[in-house]
């Protein structure tokens, strides 16, 4: 478990440094997460221990965007203000882009076993 | 017990995270039973639930998010590692993707322009102010990404999670239903675009459709991450 944790810490503290440093354009944990795959892919395969814990932190992802949803308590001014924008953008954005990644997908893969022709 | 000794219990909690920490805890413990209870019907979201709950609270007891984020920080934080653990999953489905490589290339950045563009381009429309517009962009993408993007368009971070979340219970409401209507029933291409549009929130959704739904919603969600960040800045650069 300590060792998991370390792995997962140091990449992502890799990706930081690399942000900061070479002012890259994404943030610090993605550049930590193209690592861990990096290391994968050089190793061949997972590092020992990561197997269990990644899907334990995985599993109630959910939980993890509470306290931030929560900050909704802060902004509540401006969402009266501007709900109507705020709610239209996010609704109908969400579902054009649910519908055109689906549809486009559905259309591009191989050998599908319900696609429409 | 007195009440006084009460109240003084309440000032001695306000000086530790434990209680926020717990009742964040708490909240999405009973948030979660619930959405059990009602068989995961995609209306009954544990997320929206939790959310509703607390802020209740913290509105009776006048708590400023300030102090309750002090205990809830360490929920948080794991946002940071559970982004890179995602590599893990992708890991493990390498050879599903390696087979879909060029078609989820596709529809990878057709989705995530049109997640992005859309967004801001209805907001536009609709009047609504510019760092309101910033902060709308990078809704489809799993929150430490998009506050980051939206910094860089010159929106407001902690406006952006809020967005985000709303954006992640709002697809995995009606995601679903909507690609029933579409008649798209391919289990990778349901996943991925869920992933794709309503990130982690809408992966756990999507697993809740089966596993091979689910992991293509978590590589729709890790891929468009990385997108959404190269991209928005590059589409949004007028915004600043």
């Known amino acids: 478990m300590v060792h998991d944790l370390l792995i997962l810490l140091s990449c992502q503290l890799a990706g930081e440094a690399s942000v900061f440093f070479l002012e890259l354009p994404v943030p610090g944990p993605v550049i930590g997460f193209l690592l861990l795959f990096s290391i994968c892919l050089v190793r061949g395969r997972i590092p020992a221990g990561l197997e269990t814990t990644a899907p334990v932190l995985l599993s109630h992802l959910s939980l993890l965007f509470v306290p931030a949803g929560v900050g909704v308590i802060l902004h509540l001014s401006r969402i009266v203000e501007e709900w109507p924008a705020i709610l239209a953008a996010l609704l109908l954005s969400t579902w054009l882009a649910v519908a055109v990644t689906g549809l486009v997908l559905a259309r591009l893969l191989p050998n599908a076993a319900s696609a429409p022709r | 017990m007195s009440p ?3 109240s003084a219990f309440w000032v001695y909690l306000q000086t530790g995270p434990l209680f926020w920490l717990t009742l964040t805890l708490a909240a999405y413990a009973l948030a979660h039973a619930l959405a059990r209870r009602a068989r995961f019907h995609p209306l009954v979201n544990p997320v929206a639930i939790a959310v509703a709950l607390l802020v209740a609270v913290l509105s009776l007891t006048g708590t400023p998010y300030a102090r309750y984020f002090e205990g809830a920080q360490f929920v948080h934080f794991l946002l940071g590692p559970a982004t ?9 489905h390498r050879e599903a993707v390696r087979a879909a490589l060029l078609p989820m290339a596709v529809a990878l950045l057709v989705g995530a322009a049109t997640a992005v563009l859309s967004a801001v381009a209805i907001a536009w429309a609709l009047g609504a102010s510019r760092a309101t517009m910033a902060s709308l962009a990078p809704k489809s993408v799993t929150t430490p990404i998009a506050m980051a993007v939206a910094e860089q368009l010159g929106g407001l971070p902690s406006l952006t999670a809020v967005l985000v979340i709303a954006t992640g219970i709002l697809g995995a409401m009606t995601a679903g239903p909507l690609l029933d209507l579409f008649r798209v029933r391919e289990p990778r291409a349901r996943g991925f675009a869920i992933g794709l549009a309503a990130h982690g929130i809408g992966t756990a959704r999507a697993f809740q459709e089966g596993q091979l739904v689910g992991t293509f919603a978590g590589i729709a969600m890790a ?11 590059l589409l949004l650069g007028w915004l600043r």
């Open chain 2, 84 to 92: 890179v653990a995602l590599a893990v999953p992708l890991w493990r």
């Open chain 2, 223 to 233: 891929t468009n991450g990385v997108v959404t960040a190269i991209l928005a800045p």
């Open chain 2, 4 to 6: 006084e000794r009460l």
